[in-house]
């Protein structure tokens, strides 16, 4: 006998979820962005500061809020591309996205390190060059948890994307060209490594259905964004316990030295409340000051989730050129930054 399924939420017809969330987001901001007609693609409402400037494009499945569309805007992305949860955009709606922002200087293409994501914004490439719209990209494997998973070949892309977008945005609106923007993208990938530890699994909407089970007193080390599974499941440490094992797994790939500039982002998965964040927040700082650094750019907050989940991810970012923090402070006009 099947199991009937309940979800506690907010929405109306699964199928039309993702829709429904475009036209509210853009609807309600439509100062910053706006939607492509008959997509589920937005773009910068603001079309006068894009003229003569590289386009920068990412997207992804939904479900991660407010990434993608939420960095729409002046100073950051040019256009995001929302494909079904947790499913890749579809080539066509990603190359309605290029065409968009295209004005004579190229785009460029920020993907998440995940298969269908890879493939279909590589065939969206191919059909801007039958139109002769010069197309750079930069895949980004940020996540150091696992090597590969369930939707990926090498390591996954997660929420040191973000860095990404911030960079490259502000140096695409400060006029820097294709070919510059692909030279910074390609520096700062190595120095950008991100781990995640969850309490609870996504219900994906579409399905009903958890992503994993844990116990009540479990917790998992090295989740994916998509629920994939990590490289750890115990019981439920304190947040200074798990600081200990996420920094010290980020230093193994960083290899911290206080000589050196750090930027920092905490990012809760969606359903941890800002208290416990800025609890994790403390103690990582605490971490941090054993070897004697303080990042000199942090954020804190819900930047790339996974609908529900209980989680955290921490993201370090060494800092190599003065101009990459300058990029990092660069004030924007989007939804979420």
């Known amino acids: 006998m099947k199991e009937d399924i309940f979800m506690k939420k907010i929405i109306n017809d699964p199928q039309n979820l993702v829709d429904e969330m475009v036209q509210g987001m853009t609807r ?15 773009v910068r409402s603001d079309k006068a500061s ?19 569309a939420g960095f729409v805007g002046k100073g950051m992305l040019s256009a995001a591309v929302c494909g079904q949860v947790f499913t890749s955009p579809t080539p066509d709606q990603i190359y309605e996205a290029i065409k ?9 293409l920020v993907v998440k390190n995940y298969s269908g994501d890879v493939m279909n914004f590589d065939m969206a490439k191919d059909l801007a060059a039958m139109d002769d719209i010069e197309v750079k990209s ?13 939707y990926t070949q090498g390591r996954r892309g997660v ?3 973000l860095f990404m977008h911030k960079v490259l945005g502000a140096a695409a609106q400060n006029g820097a060209s294709l070919d510059e923007i692909d030279e910074l993208a390609h520096a700062i990938l190595p120095n950008i490594k991100t781990i995640a530890v969850a ?27 998509h629920s ?12 200074k316990e798990l600081v200990e094992e996420l920094i010290t797994k980020l230093n193994e790939e960083l290899h911290f030295d206080s000589r ?6 905490v990012n809760g998965m969606g359903a941890t409340p800002l208290m416990e964040q800025y609890v994790f927040t403390n103690d990582v700082l605490n971490k941090l000051d054993s070897f004697n650094i303080t990042p000199v750019f942090m954020k804190i907050g819900n930047y790339m989730t996974s609908i529900d989940m209980a989680g955290i991810s921490l993201t370090i970012f060494e800092i190599k050129d003065d101009k990459w923090l300058e990029y990092l402070n660069y004030p924007v006009q989007t939804i979420a930054w």
Do not use: C, W
């Not at 920068?56 to 407010?66: D, F, L």
């Not at 309490?199 to 964004?225: C, H, R």
């Not at 050196?260 to 982002?265: D, E, F, Q, V």
């Open 159 to 161: 929420a040191g994307t």
């Open 228 to 239: 994939e599974p990590g490289y750890r499941r115990e019981k439920i440490k304190s947040s």
């Open 100 to 108: 968009a922002v295209n004005h004579g200087k190229g785009v460029y």
């Open 28 to 42: 309600a901001y439509s100062s910053i962005v706006e939607q492509i007609p008959a997509t589920n693609a937005i």
């Open 138 to 150: 930069i895949v980004v494997d940020d996540d150091i948890a696992v090597e590969n998973s369930l």
């Open 199 to 225: 309490l609870s699994a996504a219900t994906n909407p579409m399905t009903g259905q958890p992503g994993f089970k844990l116990a009540d007193d479990e917790m998992e080390y090295g989740v994916g964004i």
């Open 260 to 265: 050196n500039k750090y930027a920092m982002l």
């Open 50 to 68: 894009m003229q003569e400037k590289v386009g920068i494009v990412s997207g992804g499945g939904s479900g991660h809020e407010p990434t993608h």
